[in-house]
């Protein structure tokens, strides 16, 4: 790690890039020096948040705007029976039954939750573990 004096007379992170430049006058250095003390806060805080969202007993499952699953916690392997290898990278509509409490299925939900909208009915996958272990949609 790498330390400068910041002009408020505290020592913040901060990372150096130099480059080595041929000039008329003779070869130069230069050096770009930013201040990451804010940036490396930012990621100390998400990995806090990542490793809450990876403990929780609470099934955790993001999914991107296509309806792709692209995460799945230890909660919703406890939940639901499935590992991350499992589901991460199938479409939710495909190994999910997602039915709203008026009866909407997936593709009508996504819209609405790629809204904004917070929804709060619990789903469960369609993808059965059979007694060997393996999965069947």
Do not use: C
């Not at 930012?42 to 007993?57: C, D, H, I, P």
């Not at 999914?63 to 939710?92: K, L, P, Q």
Request: no cysteine.
């Amino acid at each position: 790690m790498l330390y400068a004096l910041h002009r408020s007379g505290r020592l913040v992170q901060v990372e150096m890039t130099m480059a080595f430049v041929d000039s008329p006058a003779g070869p130069r250095f230069t050096a770009l020096i930013r201040n990451v003390a804010d940036r490396k806060a930012v990621e100390r805080r998400s990995a806090q948040l990542a490793q809450a969202v990876q403990s929780t007993r609470d099934a955790v499952i993001t999914f991107d705007r296509t309806g792709t699953i692209t995460s799945w916690n230890a909660g919703a392997e406890m939940v639901y029976g499935h590992t991350a290898d499992e589901m991460v990278g199938y479409s939710h509509a495909d190994r999910t039954e997602e039915t709203g409490a008026d009866g909407e299925q997936t593709d009508q939900l996504l819209p609405r939750l790629l809204a904004g909208e917070y929804l709060t009915r619990a789903r469960s996958p369609a993808a059965a573990r059979t007694a060997a272990g393996s999965m069947s949609t």
